[in-house]
């Protein structure tokens, strides 16, 4: 019988997932790995639609199930090759709420079948279906809302009627028991519904909650903390999926969704761990906006022409990219000017790249692989870390936190943290708009060491001066 | 459903999170972005739910909102499906066409 086979086809693209998953965290196997995901994807496809032949009427919605098909590739297809390299993150957020709202809605769609037919036989495999639809609701419709979200903070805030509105960040303290309240109510609310399934009130209102809690989780989360957000996010999206294959007893669903689940949590954890916090930290208590120190030193700038002598015969340079450079757009700029120093005076250029600088895992790569920077001059914080004394000038473009020495004294909200050792370099430049504290709250020592030179202003138009005096030297 | 059917459902959920957690283990910052998008990428496999339940007769009436919620679930996850592979793919393209060329 080829009905009972439909289930290796199942169990075929569950293993050309795993594979992809594996190939996909190492370098040379990568692109192997996305191949081997969309294989897998493609082979569940096609066995669901040989399996709906089966069915006692066949596949009776084609014009539903072509259209579908066709308008989500698309528009999926159109949006993944306009996209600019910059705009990334926000896409992978849009994406991933697509995903968690696609297996709520599968949900809300079983649900439905049982309003506008019958309810499921009272039994076990009801109280499964429908505690499942309950938890696949809940956290896929938090998948979206608090996706939307995060990808507004990406963007930095959102243009209603023509102004800019900033995406705001906030939360007091009496939030977190707001927050453990809702998931509470959901959780009670889908015990109501195991004996009165086809109540809408009950759907609704899992529906608006799980919404409100999406948001309100995401909303005090700040800027440095992002990188943990967006995978967990995608965590949970993996999660929504497999909580539906619950619902239609699918074994792919439930595979491929906790593997998702999973793998995006340990991802959530390495983010987590470069940044020394605790996922619940992260979560619920925000530290950004908290009390900041306040300055009471002050620093004179320099200028472009100054740095540019600093440079001239320069051995070796490392540049300490982070989230300013994203803000700025100023990678190709970087770029030009390390094709400049080794042109004019063969020097040594690299990429000291901490783990959460910016606001995605991985943001620096994405950002100097579109400006053309060979990836083999990225290097990791711990592997570059040895090489700064014998460097001769750390350029630090829009970073603050993650080269703050006051992480290495054990004390206070960087307490612990990795940084990248800018500090032992022997000149060291900084360029950022002004001396204000970063996300930590914490005033960084570095920026009034004798040997620090602070160029104040934009990165995009700092570079750029910087590299019309290095052509004039 | 049997309680067989749903311990072995329960059996592959507890397996599967627990595969996902040891095949992540040190992956370099490169491809935190890529491993992201691409895992990402296939949490759009509720595509599947989506297409069951998009097999109705949209004429026959009887679960047309029904039918039309999972048209919806297919639209978005194809869209999460394919962008999301697609994007995947470009980064990578970029990211190993640096290689060959540095």
């Known amino acids: ?473 | 459903m049997t309680p067989e059917l749903l311990i072995g459902s329960i059996t592959l959920f507890v397996l599967s999170i627990f595969l996902g957690v040891e095949l992540i283990t040190k992956v370099p910052a490169m491809l935190h972005t890529p491993l992201m998008s691409g895992a990402n990428a296939i949490s759009g496999i509720s595509v599947v739910g989506a297409l069951l339940g998009a097999n109705v007769a949209y004429d026959a009436g009887d679960t047309v909102t029904s039918g039309i919620l999972a048209f919806i679930a297919l639209v978005l996850a194809m869209i999460n499906v394919v962008g999301g592979f697609a994007v995947t793919n470009r980064m990578l393209n970029m990211i190993a066409g640096k290689k060959r060329g540095a």
């Open chain 1, 1 to 473: 019988m080829l009905e009972d086979w439909v289930s290796v086809g199942y169990l075929v693209s569950a293993i050309f997932f795993i594979f992809g998953l594996k190939n996909l965290g190492h370098p040379r196997t990568a692109p192997r790995g996305n191949q081997y995901g969309m294989l897998g994807m493609a082979i569940a496809v096609v066995t669901t639609i040989i399996d709906m032949n089966f069915f006692p009427d066949g596949i009776v919605g084609w014009t539903l199930i072509g259209s579908g098909i066709l308008i989500g590739s698309l528009i999926g297809y159109i949006m993944a090759v306009k996209v600019e390299m910059t705009g990334m993150p926000e896409m992978v957020a849009l994406f991933n709420g697509f995903g968690g709202a696609a297996s709520a809605l599968v949900a809300l769609s079983e649900t439905w079948k049982w309003i506008e037919t019958t309810s499921p036989e009272p039994g076990l495999g009801a109280t499964v279906a429908i505690v499942a639809a309950g938890l696949s609701a809940l956290v896929g419709w938090m998948t979206l809302s608090g996706s939307l979200l995060a990808m507004y903070k990406l963007k930095g805030g959102v243009e209603i009627f023509g102004k800019w509105i900033r995406t705001p960040t906030w939360g007091p303290a009496w939030l977190n028991p707001v927050k453990a309240l809702l998931f509470v109510s959901v959780l009670a609310l889908i015990y109501l519904s195991i004996e009165d399934p086809t109540n809408t009130d009950y759907i609704w209102a899992i529906i608006g909650i799980s919404c409100v809690l999406g948001i309100i989780l995401v909303l005090p989360i700040g800027g440095a903390d992002m990188p943990v957000v967006v995978s967990l996010l995608n965590s949970l999206s993996g999660i929504a999926a497999a909580f539906t294959g619950f619902i239609i007893n699918n074994s792919v669903l439930i595979v491929a969704g906790s593997l998702v689940g999973a793998s995006g949590l340990i991802l959530t954890f390495i983010m987590c761990k470069a940044m020394n916090r605790q996922l619940f930290d992260v979560l619920f208590k925000s530290f950004g906006g908290g009390e900041k120190q306040e300055l009471t030193r002050t620093k004179v700038g320099s200028d472009a022409d100054e740095v540019a002598m600093m440079a001239d015969g320069a051995q070796k340079i490392i540049i300490v990219p982070g989230y300013g450079m994203a803000v700025s757009q100023c990678q190709h700029q970087v770029k030009e000017f390390a094709d400049l120093m080794q042109d004019k005076f063969d020097t040594e250029v690299k990429y000291a790249i901490h783990p959460v600088a910016g606001r995605m895992p991985g943001h620096m790569n994405v950002l100097l692989a579109e400006a053309n920077v060979p990836y083999e001059q990225l290097i990791e914080m711990d592997d570059i870390n040895p090489e700064f004394p014998e460097c001769d000038m750390a350029i630090v473009i829009g970073a603050n936190d993650t080269c703050n020495p006051a992480a290495r004294t054990g004390e206070g909200p960087l307490a612990g943290m990795p940084i990248i050792d800018a500090d032992q370099a022997r000149t060291v430049v900084i360029i950022k708009r002004s001396l204000s504290v970063g996300y930590a709250g914490v005033d960084n020592d570095l920026f009034y060491e004798d040997k620090t030179m602070m160029l104040f202003g934009d990165g995009k138009a700092m570079m750029t001066d910087l590299n019309n005096a290095i052509k004039d030297l």
